[in-house]
């Protein structure tokens, strides 16, 4: 039962990257919107690939002083029924990580480039921070050095969402900023996206594909999967309500802008992330509530900064998955963090 459980959210998890797909396509330009998708298809298969060559053993091998692993390359030595369950389940992980960045440097970098990168990420990067915190997840005698000073991150609001946001604030400071999205005197110009629709069945995609992101890292099929996702439906119903809220305060003729609603409810999903298995149904709330507030500010910070963030990528995954990984410390039950 828990292999299939793993398999079920694995295949959530993996149809998340058709959500990634239709969430960008429909904000940024139609003229590009092919190159997103490509981008899309491109980075799933590279982090898979990458992650099998070597991620995965930098991620989950036996621990170097609890900084990187250092077996298992190519799953060698890895052959039981969960061990297969187990990399696939990280794999779609991995991919997730490096889809992420796409946002973040959409209409402005080059294919093969940006394919580079998406080996880099799911095969290094990520692997080597996520063995910091994650470093026992198969082989449960190590940990890492994160992991031994208490860090405490259930299914990757910082593990994963944070280190891809930051991977793309620092990609996107560098690529500059789209022609026209900021005038001459720094102030920013909308470059509105060709279809918003596409975006919400995008935003509806990654919500369902969650229950497999949050509830899949139990990495058991048994009754706490069930508390894991009341709290991933919950967390991003406050969100999007919190930032529904905040549009039509901020609106004259009550006109509410979607693209806001959107990216609050992506946000109470990654704030929810870190701590959906130890917070409260109350906890859920107030985490997507925060997260809502965090993604708002987080956006106004990023334009003061003159950085062009298409998707929002920095504030919703990288701002909001640092806050999840706080609050989880803050609304949890004592108890539920020893």
């Not at 003729?253 to 409260?280: K, M, P, R, Y």
Request: hydrophobic share 55%; glycine share 14%; net charge negative.
């Amino acid at each position: 039962l828990n292999i299939i459980w793993i398999m079920i959210a694995a295949g959530l998890v993996f149809f998340m990257q058709a959500g990634f797909t239709a969430l960008e396509t429909g904000f940024i330009r139609a003229k590009n919107s092919i190159n997103v998708a490509i981008k899309n298809i491109g980075d799933m298969i590279a982090s898979i690939l990458g992650f099998w060559l070597f991620g995965f053993a930098l991620m989950f091998g036996a621990t170097q002083s609890g900084w990187v692993g250092t077996d298992g390359f190519f799953l060698e030595g890895y052959d039981k029924p969960f061990d297969y369950a187990f990399f696939i389940f990280q794999a779609v992980f991995a991919g997730t990580a490096a889809t992420i960045v796409s946002g973040a440097v959409a209409e402005r970098m080059q294919f093969k480039s940006y394919l580079i990168g998406a080996i880099v990420i799911a095969g290094i990067i990520y692997p080597i921070s996520g063995h910091w915190i994650w470093g026992g997840g198969l082989v449960s005698s190590q940990s890492g050095w994160l992991a031994e000073l208490g860090f405490m991150d259930f299914a990757g609001s910082t593990v994963l969402h944070s280190v891809g946001a930051w991977v793309g604030l620092a990609a996107a400071m560098v690529l500059g900023p789209r022609i026209g999205r900021f005038d001459k005197d720094g102030n920013p110009q909308d470059i509105q996206g060709h279809n918003i629709s596409i975006s919400a069945i995008g935003a509806f995609i990654l919500w369902f594909g969650w229950f497999g992101f949050n509830g899949g890292s139990t990495l058991v099929g048994d009754g706490s999967v069930t508390l894991v996702i009341l709290n991933t439906l919950l967390a991003p119903a406050a969100g999007g309500a919190t930032c529904f809220l905040y549009s039509m305060m901020q609106s004259d003729s009550a006109v509410i802008e979607v693209e806001h609603v959107i990216n609050g409810l992506l946000a109470g999903l990654v704030g929810i992330t870190a701590g959906c298995a130890f917070v409260t149904p109350t906890g859920a709330i107030l985490i997507g509530i925060t997260s809502g507030i965090v993604f708002m500010i987080s956006e106004k910070l990023i334009l003061k900064m003159k950085v062009d963030d298409p998707i929002n990528v920095v504030s919703v995954h990288g701002s909001c998955g640092a806050w999840g990984t706080i609050a989880l410390a803050i609304f949890a039950p004592l108890e539920n963090l020893s």
